[in-house]
């Protein structure tokens, strides 16, 4: 008897030591890729965007608050411009990784202009090549295409039916002071987020039409000479801030702002998510950087900056 229970511990403890593998390798897998400073015939199938994008679990980085939305414009770039350059893993990996965003969307009801705006590139770039098959490269069957556009207009007519449930308790806007409800204001970088706060409350509405708000916008996304090509005064004579920050985001771009970033190491030639966390607690690079002082080697990549690595 004293040998069966033995043997029951013995298994149970290999299944412990199993299990803790597991979740160890779990932990510690690499979210960083190699990418190559050169086209060669050799190197080439090494250094795709599709194998980037597969290699650094984009699929976990959109449940992190502080990496949701540099994923989804990196999804909005490739959905504009690169999504035929994916092979086809990658093209069910990055509708995979659209579906958990979705659904994120869906449940906690948070940044839904933004995955709508992915959405509408989207559809229309779908259309565009299935319209156009034959005269475009299209990798995999025409029907998976007419699939995923199907799929992509569901999701738009789910989020356009999503209904913003009010709490029934707790802390709201209505019952913080007017100073710090000018003070979140001022922290908002995104013109539309600023007009669509102003229409929960009078007392933010109010706020939200304050100039030195506006100017303060427009002088963080654009310069001077910018501001003097396309001048908007009011009849008193005076700089009309709010319609000039619309107008000027017509012409130019506007910083991109992100909790979190991809980073490229110079010494190493390598892109990786660098793990603050981990980073404090092992003093893990992100990344197995060889450079005896890593952190002056890395610079944040932003979503246009992460394509253009991958383009030959």
């Known amino acids: ?17 199993t299990n803790v593998t597991s979740i160890t390798a779990c932990f510690y897998r690499e979210k960083w890729i190699y990418v190559h400073k050169e086209s060669t015939r050799e190197r080439h ?10 290699r650094l679990d984009f699929s976990s980085a959109v449940q992190d608050i502080r990496r949701f939305n540099y994923v989804v414009r990196l ?31 869906l449940d906690d009801h948070q940044n839904p202009r933004l995955i709508k705006g992915l959405l509408q590139d989207l559809s229309s770039t779908l259309c565009i090549l299935i319209r156009g098959v034959g005269k475009s490269v299209l990798v995999g069957n025409i029907n998976i295409w007419i699939c995923r556009l199907e799929t992509v207009l569901t999701w738009q007519r789910q989020l356009q039916d999503l209904q913003m449930t009010k709490a029934n308790d707790g802390l709201t806007l209505s019952d913080l002071p007017l100073h710090m409800l000018s003070d979140i204001l001022s922290r908002f970088s995104d013109g539309w987020d600023i007009v ?12 939200s039409e304050d100039r030195q708000l506006w100017r303060r916008l427009c002088q963080h996304h654009f310069t001077e000479q910018q501001f003097c090509r396309h001048l908007i005064l009011s009849e008193k004579g005076h700089i009309e801030w709010k319609l000039m920050y619309f107008a000027l985001q017509k012409y130019y ?4 702002q992100y909790g979190d970033t991809l980073h490229f190491c110079r010494h190493c030639s390598i892109l990786f998510w660098k793990d603050c966390r981990l980073a404090l607690l092992f003093k893990d690079s992100g990344h197995p950087c060889t450079a005896s002082d890593p952190d002056s080697c890395f610079v944040p990549v932003s979503p246009q900056h992460f394509i253009d690595l991958f383009k030959f």
């Open 75 to 105: 999804l909005q770039l490739i959905a504009k411009s690169q999504l035929t350059s994916l092979s086809g893993v990658a093209q069910k990996n990055y509708f995979n990784i659209l579906d958990k965003i979705v659904q994120k969307v």
């Open 196 to 207: 669509t706060l102003g229409q929960v409350t009078p007392a933010l509405r109010a706020l």
């Open 253 to 256: 771009p506007t910083k991109e």
């Open 45 to 54: 199938g090494y250094c795709t965007l599709g194998e980037a994008f597969n």
């Open 1 to 17: 008897m004293a040998g069966k229970d033995v043997n029951h511990g013995v298994r149970n403890l290999r299944k412990r030591i």
